[in-house]
């Protein structure tokens, strides 16, 4: 594995393995076992989109990794004033051992990666997270104590998240539904890598307009924000239009009994889910938040160590 970009991207071994791994390094990290397998390594952090969650766990993943993580706002670098992304590719390539990238457009990241000679750690863009996807399965795992066979229903936007979850659904062997009001669905292209995936490993894959049907019978539930960075000008429409896309208590009911409740926050509260459901007694979310880091360090660590 010689970049991070998309869970589509990986073996279903790798992707095991990324899994297996972070969980050993959280251990370690709770026992207070130093693991400095990064030592005298740097990442290069370029943040285009404004964090919290992202730029926390990846500064303090790479402290922990015994290396050194460098922030790098887009706005302070040449890459804002018009640079190339060729040339800051070559350049990175020749101070730093890692490149970490949270931005807009996709294809930054595969540019990067196509032009640089080091790891590139796709942190986020508008079309995959898959970071949080890793994050997300590994906290399922760590409730339910398996993911093959288990059932994760998306409601909302088919976006970025939704994207991501699919690709590491299908690797997982878990059965996803996911539930977009017309005209917000996720993308084909997903849809159908995702399905191709899928039947290497038996899982099952719903594309639906209709929540409760994508929520009956999941062991995990999920929901994203109904309007993502760069959508602020598009809100009051989406609020209509995904208002019946609301992951209420009564929705959660379609779900199991033990079902649990995830989201990558940040939430709000009253329009994608409400209170009783994210502040709930089955919420896990910030397990899931937490596991940002050791997922994160796994990565890290597997591409980036000697």
Same mark, same amino acid.
Request: with cysteine; glycine share 6%; aromatic share 8%.
């Given at each position: 594995?010689?970049?991070?970009?998309?869970?589509?991207?990986?073996?279903?071994?790798?992707?095991?393995?990324?899994?297996?791994?972070?969980?050993?390094?959280?251990?370690?990290?709770?026992?207070?076992?130093?693991?400095?397998?990064?030592?005298?390594?740097?990442?290069?952090?370029?943040?285009?989109?404004?964090?919290?969650?992202?730029?926390?766990?990846?500064?303090?993943?790479?402290?922990?990794?015994?290396?050194?993580?460098?922030?790098?706002?887009?706005?302070?670098?040449?890459?804002?004033?018009?640079?190339?992304?060729?040339?800051?590719?070559?350049?990175?390539?020749?101070?730093? /051992?890692?490149?970490?990238?949270?931005?807009?457009?996709?294809?930054?990241?595969?540019?990067?990666?196509?032009?640089g000679t080091v790891p590139v750690i796709n942190a986020l863009t508008d079309y995959l997270h898959p970071c949080q996807a890793m994050a997300d399965l590994m906290t399922v795992y760590e409730h339910k104590g398996k993911l093959e066979g288990l059932k994760l229903a998306y409601v909302g936007d088919g976006n970025n998240v939704a994207h991501s979850l699919l690709y590491a659904c299908a690797k997982a062997g878990m059965h996803m539904s996911v539930a977009t009001p017309k005209g917000y669905a996720c993308a084909d292209e997903v849809v159908e890598n995702a399905k191709a995936d899928a039947k290497e490993t038996g899982s099952r894959i719903l594309i639906t307009n209709d929540p409760e049907e994508a929520v009956a019978g999941a062991?995990?539930?999920?929901? /994203?924000?109904?309007?993502?960075?760069?959508?602020?000008?598009?809100?009051?429409?989406?609020?209509?239009?995904?208002?019946?896309?609301?992951?209420?208590?009564?929705?959660?009911?379609?779900?199991?009994? /033990?079902?649990v409740f995830i989201h990558c926050l940040p939430a709000y509260r009253g329009y994608e889910v409400t209170e009783d459901v994210i502040d709930g007694p089955r919420s896990i979310i910030f397990d899931e938040a937490e596991n940002r880091l050791h997922a994160q360090k796994a990565i890290l660590a597997t591409l980036m160590a000697d």
């Open positions: 594995m010689k970049h991070f970009i998309s869970i589509h991207d990986i073996t279903t071994e790798e992707f095991h393995a990324l899994l297996d791994l972070a969980i050993r390094l959280k251990k370690e990290t709770k026992a207070g076992i130093a693991h400095p397998i990064l030592k005298g390594k740097s990442l290069g952090m370029i943040f285009t989109k404004s964090s919290t969650r992202t730029r926390i766990s990846f500064e303090v993943g790479m402290y922990q990794l015994g290396g050194h993580p460098l922030y790098l706002n887009a706005n302070d670098m040449q890459l804002g004033r018009g640079e190339s992304i060729y040339d800051t590719a070559n350049v990175m390539s020749r101070f730093v /051992d890692g490149i970490m990238i949270r931005t807009f457009a996709h294809q930054d990241v595969l540019d990067l990666a196509k032009y062991d995990v539930v999920c929901t /994203d924000t109904w309007t993502s960075m760069g959508q602020e000008a598009e809100k009051a429409e989406r609020v209509k239009i995904f208002k019946d896309y609301q992951v209420n208590a009564a929705l959660f009911a379609k779900a199991k009994e /033990d079902s």
